[in-house]
Nanobody
Framework: QVQLVESGGELVQTGGSLRLSCAAS????????MAWFRQAPGKEREFVAT????????DYADSVKGRFTISRDNAKNTVYLQMNSLKPEDTAVYYC??????????????????WGQGTQVTVSS
């Protein structure tokens, strides 16, 4: 089992920045691919960003490319999502997810085995 706890979500103005954190425990963190997903009210959960176990491979949704950066610190068992130039459409609950690292289905939420409880990000216009 892997336990994931997100933090860092809050209310921010358009154009502002936030850094989300996801602390992992329970298994060897460096074995796991990590990802961020988000879910806005009335919408399906969607992929935001993913990072390989070593941090050398990342991928982003088109909607956040150039604004968001995913990173990880395996020594601290933590993955981060730096969010810049925030827009109202970024408002959502952001979830951290984990699975044993693979190059398959890395953008597919159904391929991830472990999830955090989510942290709310609200961007005011």
């Amino acid at each position: 089992q892997v336990q994931l706890v997100e933090s860092g979500g809050e209310l921010v103005q358009t154009g502002g920045s936030l850094r989300l954190s996801c602390a992992a425990s329970g298994r060897t963190f460096s074995n796991y691919r990590m990802a961020w997903f988000r879910q806005a009210p009335g919408k399906e959960r969607e992929f935001v960003a993913t990072i390989s176990w070593h941090g050398g491979s990342v991928d982003y949704a088109d909607s956040v490319k150039g604004r968001f950066t995913i990173s990880r610190d395996n020594a601290k068992n933590t993955v981060y999502l730096q969010m810049n130039s925030l827009k109202p459409e970024d408002t959502a609950v952001y979830y951290c997810a984990a699975k044993l690292d693979s190059t398959l289905a890395t953008l597919d939420l159904y391929s991830y085995d472990y999830w955090g409880q989510g942290t709310q990000v609200t961007v005011s216009s």
